[in-house]
């Protein structure tokens, strides 16, 4: 078992940042590869970022390539999640997986889910 809680959410402004964090225990958490989904009112849960378990490959949706970047330190069973540029259709409820694969798995494999954590990005 693998649990992931997530942190970093909050309120910001077009065009600012955030960082979010979502810290493992458990299991060894760099045998685990890793992503980013999220979900906004109304809409399906949609995926951001993925990256392997050593952290050698990343993998981001278009919808976010260039303004956020998907990183991990295994040494403190972290992921991250560095949103730039922020819009406000990037508000969502966002949340952290983890699958038992060593590389980026199809986005219907991910085994371990956070509770999620809250952006809102106001115009």
């Known amino acids: 078992q693998v649990q992931l809680v997530e942190s970093g959410g909050g309120l910001v402004q077009a065009g600012g940042s955030l960082r979010l964090s979502c810290a493992a225990s458990?299991?060894?958490?760099?045998?685990?590869?890793a992503g980013w989904f999220r979900q906004a009112p109304g809409k399906e849960r949609e995926f951001v970022a993925a990256?392997?378990?050593?952290?050698?490959?990343?993998y981001h949706a278009n919808s976010v390539k260039g303004r956020f970047t998907i990183s991990r330190d295994n040494a403190k069973n972290t992921v991250y999640l560095q949103l730039n540029s922020l819009k406000p259709e990037d508000t969502a409820v966002y949340y952290c997986?983890?699958?038992?694969?060593?590389?980026?798995?199809?986005?219907?494999?991910?085994?371990?889910w956070g509770q999620g954590t809250q952006v809102t990005v106001s115009s």
């Open positions: 997986a983890a699958a038992s694969a060593i590389e980026i798995p199809r986005v219907n494999r991910y085994d371990y």
């Open positions: 990256i392997s378990a050593s952290g050698g490959s990343t």
């Open positions: 458990g299991r060894t958490f760099s045998a685990y590869a």
